[in-house]
Structure formats: structure tokens, C-alpha cells
């Protein structure tokens, strides 16, 4: 027992050391690498200058890249709709660290004027329409644009110039388009896809829009319609759209810049309560979208939520996918909306849906602004993303260095406490030794107790035998054994003659008590005075006789009548298949009455199912 507790107790102790110099170890193993992570976060910090003003370089090369580009396809594009305008001239400067874009005219003699404030609006409004084209089609988003009276500012006699160069950029950049505009357009082109404001305010307007299911796929990306219901002026109208160039024509005040706004609440969230028709108590805009789908926005007043995005199948459901429930109420859209359809923001800016108070696409915003317009695209995108995880990467190095050196302080200390480890591991493998010198010791003296337990086990063997051979010496002789042994014999066998001479003597009396009883009886019989009660007892046998005689001839009927039942019942046994109709267990003729000899209970559980 020592020896097993010694070697308990020190093996325990081996391997509580040997978590702590594992422990030691995996802390000289983190301290060289977190050493050698601090030194490389140190080094990346000492040129995060270097490599952000390289990423910025890079950029802006790249935007100037662009820039004569963007001057080309914009100078074309207002040659087209105003012949012998000046050439459009894109500044790039950076001012306070930012990137600042001017977009301008350049005059003969090489001077700039700046397009929003020193020009008409003819060719604002047309660089604006072409700077929406560039940012949509080089932006990942979705191939929309819709423009709010996009001509307004154009002549009459150049508004034909105007719808010309936007069907032939829609067409080469795959662009959907819808302009709202109050000149008729169907005498400029054929190939518009034409709906007008039919109605009055007062009384209501509606839309004359002829169906372009044909026109599309179903699998193809774009808007198939617009449905505005309780919304405004209008009580249930649909706006038709083809894949390419949409116009929706009318007079002022009609209502056609309503599906602008429409279509900015569906997916700028800039919906108020003045969406609601008056009189109703929700406006809803359903827009028909690829595989036969609709999505939805409900704008209800003083209600939790007030707005709710709904996107539906053909059949009116809602679109249930991947466990997810496509229905959001809230204020903002949500982003399942953004990543479904694709339209959105870009860099902040209104790429698809023209405002109708701010018509100018980019002119009337800030220099630093403007130039977003050149980081639209996937190169541009790039060098953002890199300057991103330059500057993620460096706010990571200095917490890692700030962490990193209170851990090292952290991890010093800890070894230092664990230095005595080398010495408690000598130590304990001589207390080993110790243990195991004390093991054969305690085997030894283990030994000899046994031995010492065996003699007095043996001395007390000894004892017993001393005192049997003590009493054996005081025996008798042999002959006198066997002389005790015949009188003991005949001792019993004088006990068994005395029991059965009793015996004897106890039957005698008997039989002496039954003869003194046999020979008091009279020699005759005595004569019966009366026997009436014979005579009845006569006759009640006799009626007895004749019961018992109509008992037996009802017996052989009811025998007759059980072998009928017993053949109906051995036939509907047959039917059944031999089980009971009543439980459903196997049964036999004979104990078919008899439910305890073939109860359910005594069947198996696929047996009672079966049943």
C-alpha cells in the first residue's frame, strides 16, 4: 500500500510537470513567433507612407487613363446632339488629399469653362444624360436608367438629335431606358416603345401602354412593368416597358414623373405619405421582373411598418428560398432588394433614377464629388480595395505591435516563474528512485508477515492435533468397544418390541369396544308404523327418474345444435384465415368463444398491429 501511494503520488507529480513544461515550451514557441510578427508589423509601418502614396499613384494614373476617354465619347456625344459645341475638357487636380474632377468646355484659344456654371442648359442636360450612361455601364449594378424630362432644356428641333443618341447608346450598352418627356416622341423614332398620360387630375389619369410580354425572355434581366395602384393621381394604372428605350409621354401636371417617384421609393426607400391616394389607406408599386416575378412596395400611413418590400411568384405567393422569406417591412430598402434587382446607389451618386428636382447628373456636386465618377469600374474598384486593406492591414500591424509587446512582457514573466522546472524534474526522479527502494522494502516486509502468518496458522494446527491425540489416548480397548457397541444394539432393538407390543395392546382394545357394540344390537329388524314418508320419497325419486330422462332428450338436442354452431363456427374461422373477427388473433374452433385463451395481450406487437 505504501509502495502503490509513493508511485501514485509521484506520478501524478510527473505529469502536472510535464503540463507546465509543456506550457513553458508553447510559451518559447509564441514568443518567437509573436516576436517575429511584431518585427514584420514594424517593418510594414515604417513604409505604410511609402506603399499609400505608391496605391494613390496608381490610382491616379489610372483615372487620368480614363480621362481621355471620357473627353472623346462625351465630345462625340454632344457633337451629335449639338453640332459645333465646344469639346468637353475633364480636369483631374487633387486638393487637401482628394481627388478633384472638373468637367468643362475648352474654348479655342485652350481656356476651360465649366459646364454647369458658364454654359446652357442644352448641353448640361446632355452631358448629364451621357455621364449616367458611363457610370451605369461601368459600374456592376443593373443596366436601368431612367431620366426625368430629360429634354427639357433641349431646343424642339434638337430633341429628335437628343432621342437619337440615347437609342443608339441604350442599344450599344445594352441599357434599359425609360425618359419621361413632354414632347411626342413617335414622330423621331419608330423603334420607342411609346405610353401616354391619358386623363385629367381632377377626375383621374390613366396609362396607354401596349403590352410588351412578347418582347422579352424570362430568364432576361430588366423591368417588364410598372404598376402604380392608390398611388397619387392614379387608382390602378400599368406602365408597359420593353428591353430597350421607354417613353412616357404627356402634358405638365399629369402625373408622369410620379413613376419616377415611384420607382426612387422601390429602391432609394424615398417614399412619404403623400404617395397614398387620397381617400385610400395604402399605395402599393408592383414592378415585374425576370421569372415571372413581382416585386412589391406598400406605403402604409400611421401603421408598424410603414413600408413593406415583397417580392412574388406568378401565382401571387411569396418567394420563399434557401429558408429565407423574401418580405421586409422597416424604412430602409433592404438589402435582398439591392442584390436582387441591382439597382442602387453608386459611390452615393443616382446612377438609375434621375430626381426631378436635380436633373444634373454629377455637375452640381463637388469636385472631390465629381471624380467618383472615375473610380466607377472594376480597375478603379481594385485599387480602391488595395488602398482598403493597406490601410486595414496597418491599423491591424499597430494593434498587433501595442498587444503584441504586452504579451511579450506577458510571456517573459511567465517563463522566469518557470525556470525552476529543469530542478523540479531532477528532483522528482530522485524521489522516483527513493520510491521504488521503498517498494522493494515494503515487498519484503510484506513477505515476512505472510511467513509470520502462516507459522501461527501452523502452531495452532499443531495445538488442535495435541489435544485430539490427547483424548484418543484416553479411549477404551477395542473389545470393550465392541461389547459397548452389541448393547447398544440390543438396548434398541428391546425399544422397537416394546413399541409394537403397545401397538398390539391398543388394537385389542378397539376390536373388544366394537364386538361389546355389535352384540347390544337386536336380533330383527324394527317394523315401520308409518311409511308415508317412504311412499313420497318413492315417488319424488320416481319424478326424478322422468326429469332426469327429459334432461338427457334436451341434452341430445342442445349436442345436435352445438355441432351446427360448431360447423358455422369452424366456416367463418375458414373465411377469416383462422383469426378471430373481433381481436384479430389466431384462433381455433374450439376456444373461439373462450377471449381469454386468444386475448390480444398474449400476441406479439407485430402480431397485434397485423390485428
Not at 430633341?159 to 443608339?168: G, N, T
Not at 450598352?173 to 425609360?178: A, E, F, I, K, S
Not at 412616357?248 to 403623400?274: C, H, M, Q
Not at 491599423?395 to 511579450?408: A, H
Request: hydrophobic content about 40%; overall charge neutral.
Amino acid at each position: 500500500m505504501i509502495g502503490a501511494s509513493i508511485d501514485h503520488g509521484v506520478t501524478r507529480a510527473e505529469a502536472f510537470l510535464a503540463r507546465l513544461e509543456g506550457r513553458r515550451d508553447a510559451l518559447r514557441i509564441r514568443r518567437e513567433e509573436l516576436t517575429r510578427e511584431i518585427e514584420l508589423a514594424k517593418g510594414r509601418l515604417a513604409v505604410k507612407d511609402e506603399v499609400e502614396a505608391f496605391i494613390e499613384a496608381v490610382h491616379g494614373s489610372a483615372s487620368r487613363r480614363s480621362l481621355s476617354a471620357f473627353e472623346t465619347l462625351l465630345t462625340a456625344l454632344v457633337q451629335e446632339v449639338l453640332p459645333g459645341e465646344k469639346p468637353v475638357a475633364l480636369d483631374l487636380s487633387t486638393g487637401r488629399g482628394l481627388a478633384s474632377l472638373d468637367i468643362c468646355v475648352r474654348r479655342p484659344d485652350g481656356t476651360l469653362e465649366d459646364v454647369l456654371e458658364d454654359n446652357g442648359g442644352a448641353l448640361t442636360n446632355v452631358i448629364g444624360m451621357a455621364l449616367r450612361l458611363i457610370a451605369v455601364v461601368k459600374a456592376d449594378v443593373a443596366c436601368f436608367l431612367a431620366l426625368d424630362e430629360a429634354d427639357c432644356w433641349i431646343a424642339p428641333d434638337r430633341v429628335s438629335s437628343f432621342y437619337k443618341v440615347l437609342e443608339d447608346g441604350a442599344a450599344r450598352l445594352g441599357v434599359q431606358c425609360l425618359a419621361v418627356s413632354h414632347h411626342d416622341l413617335s414622330q423621331f423614332s419608330g423603334k420607342f416603345h411609346i405610353a401616354r398620360i391619358i386623363g385629367e387630375p381632377i377626375s383621374g389619369v390613366d396609362v396607354q401602354s401596349p403590352d410588351t410580354g412578347a418582347a422579352w425572355d424570362e430568364a432576361q434581366p430588366g423591368l417588364r412593368f410598372i404598376r402604380l395602384v392608390n398611388v397619387q393621381a392614379y387608382k390602378d394604372a400599368t406602365l408597359h416597358l420593353s428591353p430597350g428605350v421607354n417613353a412616357l409621354i404627356g402634358p405638365n401636371n399629369r402625373g408622369k414623373s410620379t413613376f419616377i417617384r415611384a420607382l426612387r421609393a422601390v429602391f432609394y426607400g424615398e417614399a412619404r405619405d403623400s404617395l397614398v391616394r387620397a381617400g385610400a389607406k395604402a399605395a402599393s408599386v408592383e414592378i415585374g421582373v425576370a421569372g415571372n416575378r413581382t416585386l412589391r412596395f406598400t406605403r402604409q400611413p400611421r401603421r408598424s411598418p410603414v413600408n413593406i418590400w415583397s417580392l412574388h411568384e406568378a401565382d401571387g405567393s411569396i418567394v420563399e428560398e434557401q429558408g429565407m422569406r423574401y418580405e421586409t417591412g422597416g424604412r430602409s430598402v433592404p438589402d435582398w432588394v439591392a442584390d436582387l434587382i441591382r439597382i442602387r446607389k453608386v459611390e452615393d451618386l443616382d446612377v438609375h433614377i434621375a430626381h426631378q428636382k436635380f436633373p444634373v447628373f454629377l455637375l452640381g456636386e463637388t469636385a472631390s464629388r465629381r471624380s467618383a465618377v472615375l473610380s466607377i469600374g472594376q480597375e478603379a474598384g481594385y485599387i480602391r480595395d488595395m488602398l482598403v486593406i493597406h490601410r486595414e492591414r496597418c491599423r491591424q500591424d499597430n494593434d498587433l505591435v501595442r498587444s503584441g509587446e504586452r504579451e511579450l512582457i506577458a510571456i517573459d514573466e511567465t517563463i522566469d516563474g518557470l525556470k525552476e522546472l529543469d530542478a523540479l524534474r531532477s528532483r522528482l526522479l530522485d524521489i522516483r528512485c527513493q520510491g521504488e527502494d521503498l517498494k522493494d522494502v515494503s515487498a519484503r516486509l510484506q513477505r515476512l508477515q505472510q511467513r509470520a502468518s502462516q507459522l501461527a496458522d501452523l502452531g495452532r494446527y499443531l495445538e488442535k492435533a495435541q489435544a485430539r491425540a490427547d483424548v484418543t489416548a484416553k479411549l477404551p480397548e477395542a473389545e470393550q468397544l465392541t461389547h459397548l457397541t452389541r448393547m447398544v444394539e440390543r438396548s434398541r432393538e428391546r425399544e422397537r418390541l416394546g413399541e409394537r407390543v403397545i401397538g398390539l395392546g391398543q388394537s385389542l382394545t378397539r376390536g373388544k369396544a366394537r364386538l361389546a357394540a355389535l352384540q347390544s344390537l337386536p336380533e330383527a329388524l324394527p317394523i315401520l308404523e308409518n311409511t308415508s314418508s317412504a311412499q313420497n320419497i318413492l315417488k319424488r325419486m320416481n319424478d326424478l327418474r322422468s326429469a332426469a330422462l327429459i334432461a338427457q332428450s334436451r341434452v341430445v338436442q342442445v349436442d345436435e345444435g352445438l355441432k351446427s354452431v360448431e360447423a358455422d363456427m369452424a366456416q367463418l374461422i375458414e373465411e377469416t384465415g383462422g383469426l378471430c373477427p373481433t381481436c384479430g388473433s389466431p384462433v381455433k374452433p374450439e376456444n373461439l368463444l373462450d377471449h381469454h385463451a386468444h386475448s390480444s395481450h398474449s400476441l406479439t406487437p407485430s402480431e397485434r398491429l397485423t390485428a
